[in-house]
């Protein structure tokens, strides 16, 4: 777990937070799942999406920034794009697809973070339908 | 590779065909990277979008159809919600995560279908920079 992340590291989860938490507060944790009714806008998978069609050279200079450890089909779109930098706000509240991702030679920096892990915890207790049905899992 | 597909196998997949060959017409291999300007809806993640917010259990008694053996993404969006079986109209165009599938319990059938092999050659073939644009390649 990298404990010095850099600046820039900071401010891209800073601003990954942000964009959570707006969504949260739009009634959905971490994707436009509720917004767009959608299975599959998780935000890895949303900031692709606003990147639009763009060349294979930017995806292999880019760094994800996620506030959560990126879920199996985030991994995945990850691998696809050959993107060789990913920075996790926190993996407490769900492991993903982090081990995969290392095996595959992406660098994986995950940050622990307060806000992120105390958003995603609240997230998870007051939206336990939204959550389970995010990682594909039947309410436990 | 299963050599005797069932019925509902077939009819899948023709499904997936025609699907692919209205796509292909609207200027597209197998998904809406140019219709959209997408970098994520490949055939399969259309597909779940498309089916929108299902329950865990459905999924879990789905099977995916897919023209073309899936991609990292689209491999890690089967994992996700652990669709329990995958039919594949052809993988010699394009070999995707099958064994990661396998190696995660996902059935895998492959129909080596000749008209799924001749749709995707002839994308390629007029389509490179679209074709190697979706598998997050440089063309070569
Ligand atoms: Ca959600
Ligand atoms: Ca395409
Ligand atoms: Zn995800
Ligand atoms: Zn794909």
């Known amino acids: 777990m990298a404990t010095n992340p ?7 989860v800073n601003l990954s937070i942000e964009e959570a938490r707006i ?3 739009e009634g959905c944790g971490h994707n436009q799942r509720i917004q767009k009714s ?3 806008l998780h935000g890895e998978i949303s900031a692709l999406e606003a990147a639009g069609r763009v060349s294979a050279a930017l995806y292999r200079n880019s760094t994800m920034y996620t506030t959560l450890s990126p879920c199996g089909m985030c991994t995945g779109a990850i ?3 050959r993107i060789p930098r990913v920075v ?3 993996n407490v509240n769900f492991m993903g697809g982090e081990d ?3 095996q595959n030679g992406v660098e994986v920096v ?3 973070n307060q806000d992120c892990k105390d958003m995603m915890s609240k997230f998870i207790q007051e939206r336990p339908e939204d959550w389970y049905e995010d990682i594909g899992e039947e309410r436990v």
Chains 1, 2 share one sequence.
């Open 6 to 12: 850099g600046h820039e590291d900071e401010l891209g």
């Open 23 to 25: 969504s949260l507060k």
């Open 38 to 40: 959608s299975a599959t």
């Open 79 to 81: 691998l696809l794009y």
């Open 88 to 90: 996790i706000g926190e």
């Open 100 to 102: 995969l991702l290392k």
């Open 110 to 112: 995950v940050l622990d």
